[in-house]
Structure formats: C-alpha cells, structure tokens
C-alpha cells in the first residue's frame, strides 16, 4: 500500500514562532488532505490540497504531487495550534480511501 | 450548519456486550465513512458506504458491521467488543465516491471497555 511519511514527529515552539510540517507520500494520489486534530480528538479540516498552494490566515500549504511531498506552515503559531497534524491522501486508483500519516505532535508554549 | 454528527460522544460497554454507535449528516453526501483511531495512532479506515454499495476493508474484524438506513444515518455495530476495541470511532462523509472530493469528520465517539 502508499506509504505517508510525516516529519517531524514531535515538535515544541514558542508562541510566535514559525514551523513548516512535511508529509512524504509514496505514490501518486488524487486527494491529499491536512488535518489538526484538537485535544478532544476531533479532526478538524484545513486544506484539501491534491497540488498547488493554498492560504487561510496563518496557515498555508503546498503540495508538489510530481515530488510526492506536501508542507503546512504555521506562522506566528499560538498555544491554541497545540495539537496533532496529520496528513492524509487517497491514492490514484483507490478511490474514497484516506491514508493517514502517523501525524506531528505539535506543542506550542506561551 | 450543515455537519456531521456523531452519538454519543462517549461510551462505556461491558467485554461482550453489543454496542452500537451512530453517525448523521446534514451535507447530503453519498459517501459515508467509519475510521477507528486507538490511542496515539492514525485513523484506520473500517467501511464505507457509497450510497448503499457497502465495502468493507479486507483488515476490518468481523466483529464490525455497519449499516446505513438511509442517506442521512449510518451505524457501527459492535458485535461482541474486546478490550482491544477501545478507541476513538470517527465517522466521515463526502461528495460522490466516483471523483475524489473532500472528507468531513464527525467529533468521533470514544469507547471504552470494561
């Protein structure tokens, strides 16, 4: 099966600080979406991004899918980003099948 | 708002005790979607609905069924749940299964057994 590969695992910041989230994907896919989940466990959306770039407030991502990599950055995060990021793709040919990375702990402290 | 809603939020059941969980959705898509998260994973992807086309993944025990009454519900049976089945159950809808369009998660339902 597609392999997702998300680095880094864990991640503590100072709120204010900027990071970027990487998500390797093994195959080509026709979905790819970004999730945080929030410490109740509720997945929350943040892009549907199979290519291209894509902004919402401090946040953005990019996805090459000829490179098969996708990135989220979080500018001047906030202790309320805290949390799990994880990336999920549908492979081509697989359809309404989400793959989820193994996802980035994200802790951001005041 | 157009959501997805999940009942209840959290349940306790006995070791063998059937359990059912349910799903509903306001958006009107054909696709729904169980996924079990256990504790510091990933999402598992169970079953989905394409309308009422059931597929179920080749890994997913039998011990899970689904059903899905109508566009609107979808259920999680439990037949006999083991200790090993406590976890997170999200469920997820989206847009025609045929082209590849956006999912939409419900708040999950966290099990846990006893």
């Known amino acids: 099966g597609i392999q997702v590969e998300q680095s880094p695992p864990d991640l503590i910041l100072q709120e204010g600080a900027n990071s970027t989230l990487r998500c390797n994907f093994s195959d080509s896919v026709n979905n790819l979406q970004w999730f945080h989940q929030n410490p109740w466990g509720q997945l929350i959306n943040l892009f549907y991004i199979p290519s291209g770039t894509k902004q919402n407030g401090r946040l953005s991502a990019t996805t090459v899918a000829t490179e098969r990599y996708s990135l989220l950055y979080i500018s001047s995060s906030q202790t309320t980003d805290s949390g799990v990021y994880f990336c999920a793709v549908e492979r081509v040919g697989y359809g309404n099948k989400l793959v989820f990375g193994a996802g980035t702990i994200l802790r951001v402290k005041s | 708002d157009a959501m997805v809603i999940q009942n209840p939020r959290y349940q306790v059941t006995q070791f063998g005790k059937p359990v059912t969980l349910s799903c509903s959705q306001t958006?009107?898509?054909?696709?729904m979607y169980w996924y079990q998260q256990k504790s510091s994973q990933a999402p598992k992807l169970l079953f989905h609905?394409?309308?009422?086309?059931?597929?179920n993944e080749a890994d997913t025990p039998d011990n899970f069924q689904s059903r899905r009454p109508n566009t609107s519900f979808c259920f999680l049976d439990i037949r006999s749940p083991g200790l090993g089945d406590a976890a997170m159950y999200l469920c997820?809808?989206?847009?025609?299964?045929?082209?590849?369009?956006?999912?939409?998660f419900g708040p999950g339902t966290r099990l846990t057994v006893t």
């Open positions: 958006l009107n898509h054909n696709v």
């Open positions: 997820a809808t989206s847009r025609d299964g045929r082209g590849s369009y956006e999912q939409y």
């Open positions: 609905y394409y309308d009422k086309d059931f597929n």
